[in-house]
């Protein structure tokens, strides 16, 4: 099965899956949440970062809430296109043996690269001279797509970390480390991309949330509520 997905990786071009997942990725949806619905530039209020944890520490739970899943769905989204378009591309004896070879298919080409793509696209929006949020939703829309598994345990780990500490950015971490060794683990029989997305991915959030690591050590970090507002 792993040489059935390695030939259609081979036979498929990679870079109009890497394309569409960073374009959908550089969306900025906590701005225009901010500024349809709110009349708030995101940018200017709490830590000035686009993503749903700033949403939700200023604008509400609503706005938190919204920013989150249509984050999540830019890495999600990725990943499902490009999974799907490169079946629909497979040889005829690749499709006919159905959705086991789907999954491999999925998980062993270009799918996994589509969704850092997305991640990139979000952490840095030429729309915003380059400078977006810090990845972590669309990193779970994209673990999700590809292992459920993965994205479940994300949110178990930021809500351990987030309920008793209120360090939404040390959940954030920690989660993306976490799922980053279970995709690996998980779909390492399929190819090396799933190892890839997560260290690249892990990489880039943890560079990403530099600033919080800092403030974390020196004891300033903000801590987030999920108390209704």
């Known amino acids: 099965m792993n040489d059935l997905g390695i030939s ?18 550089t969306i900025p949806f906590g701005l ?13 209020v709490g830590s000035g970062n686009i993503g749903a944890a ?15 899943l249509l ?13 799907n378009h490169v079946f629909y591309v497979a040889p005829p004896e690749v499709q006919r043996i159905g959705a086991h070879a789907h999954v491999t298919i999925v998980t062993a080409t270009v799918a996994p690269l589509a969704g850092l793509a997305a991640i990139l696209g979000h952490c840095y929006t030429p729309w915003l001279r380059f400078r977006g949020g810090k990845g972590v939703a669309t990193f779970l829309g994209a673990a999700f797509a590809l292992s459920w598994e993965s994205g479940v345990a994300f949110i178990l780990v930021w809500l351990a970390v987030v309920i008793p500490l209120g360090f939404s950015s040390l959940g ?16 390492r029989n399929v190819g090396p991309n799933a190892w890839i997305f997560a260290a690249a991915a892990s990489a880039v959030i943890l560079w990403r949330h530099r600033q919080n690591i800092g403030r974390l050590v020196s004891g300033s970090e903000n801590r987030l509520s999920l108390r209704r507002r």
């Open 8 to 25: 259609v990786f081979i036979a498929a071009p990679v870079w109009p899956y890497l394309v569409f997942g960073f374009v959908v990725g």
């Open 32 to 44: 225009i949440v901010g500024r349809m619905f709110f009349g708030h530039d995101i940018r200017a």
């Open 54 to 68: 700033n949403a939700l520490r200023t604008l509400g739970r609503k706005a938190g809430i919204a920013v989150l």
């Open 71 to 83: 984050d999540a769905l830019k890495g999600a989204a990725a990943v499902v296109a490009a999974a």
């Open 172 to 187: 954030s971490m920690l989660g993306t480390l976490v799922v980053g060794v279970i995709l690996g683990l998980t779909l």
